[in-house]
């Protein structure tokens, strides 16, 4: 498997190319005092952040790239309010009324959340919030999708349920069925985060980009972090580097699992055949091993994706392994379903598919890992982060629990085994 650092974040992809440029803040040079340090500056950092800030705190944020170089400004733009494995029920089974009631709740509403920073901010995001929906490939997928429906609409989530018939017509291939949930939708998700960004340095927020955190250590009753350019002194520290977590802390990169996947886009769609591929312009991702996952962007392009087991000669089989797909999953594409965009990235995951928060520390935490659901939940899971480092919340206020570090059993095969399992997947799915 290719090594995280092996994506380069400087290629121009679609999500840079169809979004206005961002000019990047000016690296650390010197000390700082603040009273909350975010280290990483994808969604999670934004969101804690954003919480903050609003909480009346002096908010840093050091990014050790550029603002959208990593997995929120390269995914592919899915905006999901549900769990990435579990039910509502087995999440309140694994954590408890209060806590897990608390983090269904969070779920529920962390699309809206989403849309609504980006009107208020006024982000050019191209964001539709016309829907997400799991269509169901085959019968045991029906059972556990309408399971799914069932919880989330015993506690009042906003979803529906959609017979064979209904599911084929709207995503325009073949499906059993599908549940639906109703405020999800897609984004262009380096137009979301570089927009927030720039609403955050206008509430205050100071952003360093290019500048990595070398080392944390204990200052007093606050952190020093130092980066190659200076250092800060901070009263409190979220950590929220996810998937580029190395050696920042002890053990925390091996609290997670780098896992990594291709995105691709056809070129437009034509307007007739939109009437009859997600109608209405929902986000659609199925309930396969091997997901197929599918939006609309702003110019009506077919954003997809992937995984490779090996990574020789990347772009060319994933360009023919999306074109195969596409042809398989709508015929009446014909010739249109040709790629003309490629670009990749990394994500982290963990077995259970639940995500984490660690306290490292008085005044130190790390929150992630969301398992490929991250896009809404990272935004209002961060905000929590940076209100709890302002002591609105409590530990035992937060949306899942605090706990010290767990790290990954056996980490190094549990990451082979999940960058090399896919052929396993995609014989799962033939068989049903």
Same mark, same amino acid.
């Given at each position: 498997?290719?090594?995280i650092?092996?994506?380069?974040?400087?290629?121009?992809?679609? $999500?840079?190319?169809?979004?206005?440029?961002r000019?990047?803040?000016?690296?650390?040079?010197?000390?700082?005092?603040?009273?909350?340090?975010?280290?990483?500056?994808?969604?999670?950092?934004?969101?804690?952040?954003?919480?903050?800030?609003?909480?009346?705190?002096?908010?840093?944020?050091?990014?050790?790239?550029?603002?959208?170089?990593?997995?929120?400004?390269?995914?592919?733009?899915?905006?999901?309010?549900?769990?990435?494995?579990?039910?509502?029920?087995?999440?309140?089974?694994? $954590?408890?009324?209060?806590? @897990?009631?608390r983090?269904?709740?969070?779920?529920? *509403? #962390?699309?809206?959340?989403?849309?609504?920073?980006?009107r208020?901010?006024?982000?050019?995001?191209?964001?539709?919030?016309?829907g997400?929906?799991?269509?169901?490939?085959?019968?045991?997928?029906?059972?556990?999708?309408?399971?799914?429906?069932?919880?989330?609409?015993?506690?009042?989530?906003? /979803?529906? $349920?959609?017979? @064979?018939?209904?599911?084929?017509?709207?995503?325009?291939?073949?499906?059993?069925? #599908?549940?639906?949930?109703?405020?999800?939708?897609?984004?262009?998700?380096?137009?979301?985060?570089?927009?927030?960004?720039?609403?955050?340095?206008?509430?205050?927020?100071?952003?360093?980009e290019?500048?990595?955190?070398?080392?944390?250590?204990?200052? *007093?009753a606050?952190?020093?972090?130092?980066?190659?350019?200076?250092?800060?002194?901070?009263?409190?520290?979220?950590?929220?580097?996810?998937?580029?977590?190395?050696?920042?802390?002890?053990?925390?990169?091996?609290?997670? /699992?780098?896992f990594?996947?291709?995105?691709?886009?056809?070129?437009?769609?034509?307007?007739?055949?939109?009437?009859?591929?997600?109608? *209405?312009?929902? @986000?659609?991702?199925?309930?396969?091993?091997?997901?197929?996952?599918?939006?609309?962007?702003?110019?009506?392009?077919?954003?997809? @994706?992937?995984?490779?087991?090996?990574?020789?000669?990347?772009?060319?089989?994933?360009?023919?392994?999306?074109?195969?797909? =596409?042809?398989?999953?709508?015929?009446?594409?014909?010739? =249109?379903?040709?790629?003309?965009?490629?670009?990749?990235?990394?994500?982290?995951?963990?077995? %259970?598919?639940?995500?984490?928060?660690?306290?490292?520390?008085d005044?130190?935490?790390?929150?992630?890992?969301?398992?490929?659901? *991250?896009?809404?939940?990272?935004?209002?899971?961060?905000?929590?982060?940076?209100?709890?480092?302002?002591?609105?919340?409590?530990?035992? %206020?937060?949306?899942?629990?605090?706990?010290?570090?767990?790290?990954?059993?056996?980490?190094?095969?549990?990451?082979?085994?999940?960058?090399?399992?896919?052929?396993?997947?995609?014989?799962?799915?033939?068989?049903?």
């Open positions: 498997m290719s090594s650092a092996e994506v380069d974040w400087k290629t121009p992809h679609l $999500w840079r190319k169809t979004v206005a440029a000019t990047a803040a000016p690296a650390l040079a010197g000390g700082v005092e603040t009273d909350l340090l975010v280290v990483g500056g994808g969604l999670t950092g934004l969101g804690a952040a954003l919480g903050g800030v609003e909480a009346g705190l002096r908010v840093v944020l050091l990014e050790g790239n550029e603002i959208g170089s990593a997995a929120s400004g390269r995914n592919n733009g899915q905006v999901i309010p549900g769990h990435s494995k579990a039910s509502a029920s087995e999440i309140v089974a694994a $954590w408890g009324p209060v806590t @897990g009631g983090y269904n709740e969070m779920i529920m *509403g #962390a699309a809206s959340y989403l849309f609504d920073t980006v208020r901010f006024g982000i050019d995001a191209h964001a539709v919030q016309n997400w929906m799991q269509p169901c490939h085959s019968a045991a997928a029906m059972d556990r999708s309408r399971k799914l429906y069932d919880d989330w609409r015993a506690i009042g989530h906003d /979803v529906e $349920w959609l017979d @064979g018939a209904e599911a084929s017509r709207i995503t325009g291939s073949r499906y059993l069925g #599908a549940w639906k949930a109703r405020n999800g939708g897609h984004i262009n998700p380096f137009g979301l985060v570089t927009g927030l960004a720039s609403a955050l340095e206008g509430l205050g927020v100071t952003i360093c290019n500048t990595r955190a070398e080392s944390i250590t204990r200052d *007093g606050g952190w020093r972090v130092t980066t190659a350019g200076g250092t800060v002194r901070a009263r409190k520290v979220v950590l929220a580097t996810n998937a580029l977590t190395r050696d920042i802390w002890p053990k925390l990169g091996r609290a997670m /699992v780098p990594r996947v291709y995105d691709a886009a056809t070129r437009p769609i034509p307007e007739p055949l939109r009437a009859q591929i997600f109608v *209405g312009n929902v @986000g659609v991702s199925d309930t396969r091993h091997d997901i197929r996952a599918f939006h609309y962007d702003v110019d009506f392009r077919i954003v997809t @994706g992937g995984t490779h087991t090996f990574w020789h000669r990347a772009e060319a089989r994933g360009l023919k392994r999306i074109q195969a797909m =596409l042809r398989d999953a709508f015929p009446q594409l014909g010739d =249109l379903a040709q790629v003309s965009n490629y670009w990749e990235g990394t994500f982290a995951v963990v077995p %259970d598919r639940k995500p984490r928060l660690f306290r490292l520390g005044g130190l935490m790390f929150g992630g890992i969301y398992s490929g659901r *991250g896009v809404a939940a990272s935004l209002s899971l961060g905000r929590r982060m940076g209100m709890n480092a302002a002591e609105v919340l409590g530990d035992d %206020d937060m949306p899942l629990p605090v706990t010290p570090i767990r790290t990954v059993p056996s980490h190094w095969v549990a990451t082979q085994v999940a960058n090399h399992i896919h052929p396993w997947h995609r014989l799962q799915d033939r068989l049903g």
